[in-house]
């Protein structure tokens, strides 16, 4: 019954046929050897799934991924059954280990988590990746992966170069504090995310609280964002703070000459601790939308300098800073045969990314 769900769906796409509203969110991703994954968060009613195992109120996240020889796999992600409201789903997939990722935002009373579930083998494994003092809110989390090559030695002194598959995740949060905050998982050495360290980015660069005037709108803050940094595995982030009234673009990187692995080598130590320096850094875009609930997106140039783009029911709208102050706030129209969403958000990434 849930094939023949899907696969009227799919067709009535194709078809051309008036799209139907979802009741729940749906995110795919297209993994490097071809195989396609499918994932859904929302009641087992809305998913059509409502049976022995779940109550048609009950809400969880279900998966499924469709190889090229044909085979397919799913099911309902481990620990996801429940009352709370599962969202905010992202989805990555690491060609060297084979690995797929979910990250989601779990709500529950008082509080929201950030969940990760990562997929090795045909073994789900699902965790927490933030609790945090007070009542913590995690808002607009996204992740990455890119692949540092690291040079150490053996216990023979040779050289020996190992490329590995880094995680970092982003997200905006608000506790006893309201920052944006980073945390690298190393997968090829991470068994669980329960040692893994996270870092507010502020206190990362030495932000200062400055004179506080009219608080800043919601969407030039919200946001942070992570991009690649060229293809040598450099990853560099977004982010504003409102106490010092000021967006950082920030280089990431890891120790890459570690010497021989071991407890005496503080280098050694050290790999996992990010080095974080500034590239550009402006104050803090104004002209951005105080609605919070509009998602902005920051497209970093190759001069490191942002672009913000958003969009509303008419126009895509984008500010830019050109090293200087940032610009009015520009639109594109868009209309159902020349300029649909995606193609306007294509001109702003292709301007910002040349410039």
Avoid: C
Wanted: glycine letters at 8%; aromatic letters at 8%; zero cysteines.
């Amino acid at each position: 019954m849930k094939t023949a769900l899907r696969l009227s769906l799919f067709a009535a796409l194709l078809l051309g046929a008036a799209p139907l509203a979802r009741a729940y969110e749906e995110k795919s991703l297209l993994a490097p050897n071809g195989t396609l994954y499918v994932v859904r968060a929302g009641s087992a009613a809305d998913l059509g799934i409502a049976g022995n195992y779940a109550r048609p109120d009950d809400n969880l996240i279900e998966w499924s991924s469709l190889a090229q020889d044909g085979s397919q796999n799913f099911g309902v992600l481990p620990g996801t059954i429940d009352s709370s409201v599962k969202h905010n789903l992202t989805l990555v997939f690491d060609e060297p280990s084979g690995t797929f990722l979910v990250l989601w935002k779990q709500e529950i009373s008082l509080v929201n988590l950030l969940r990760l579930g990562i997929l090795q083998g045909n073994q789900w494994k699902v965790s927490d990746l933030l609790p945090n003092v007070g009542f913590p809110h995690a808002y607009n989390p996204s992740m990455m992966i890119t692949h540092p090559v690291v040079h150490s030695l053996d216990a023979a002194g040779k050289d020996v170069f190992t490329r590995h598959s880094l995680l970092s995740i982003i997200w905006w949060e608000e506790s006893n504090q309201s920052l944006a905050r980073y945390a690298p998982i190393f997968l090829d050495e991470d068994a669980s995310t329960d040692s893994v360290q996270i870092y507010d980015l502020p206190a990362s660069v030495g932000a200062v609280a400055g004179p506080q005037g009219a608080p800043p709108p919601a969407g030039a803050y919200q946001f942070p964002e992570l991009q690649t940094d060229g293809p040598g595995g450099g990853i560099l982030a977004s982010f504003a703070d409102p106490g010092s009234g000021q967006h950082f673009i920030v280089r990431i990187n890891f120790p890459t000459d570690v010497g021989t692995p071991g407890p005496t080598n503080a280098t050694w130590l050290r790999r996992r601790v990010p080095i974080v320096g500034i590239v550009e850094s402006s104050p803090i875009a104004r002209l951005a939308p105080i609605d919070g609930t509009v998602a902005v997106t920051t497209f970093i140039g190759s001069g490191y300098r942002p672009t913000l783009a958003w969009r509303d029911a008419t126009s895509v709208h984008f500010l830019r800073f050109d090293g200087t102050k940032w610009s009015d706030v520009n639109s594109i129209a868009l209309d159902d045969k020349t300029m649909s969403y995606d193609h306007a958000m294509a001109l702003v990434q292709d301007m910002a990314t040349k410039n």
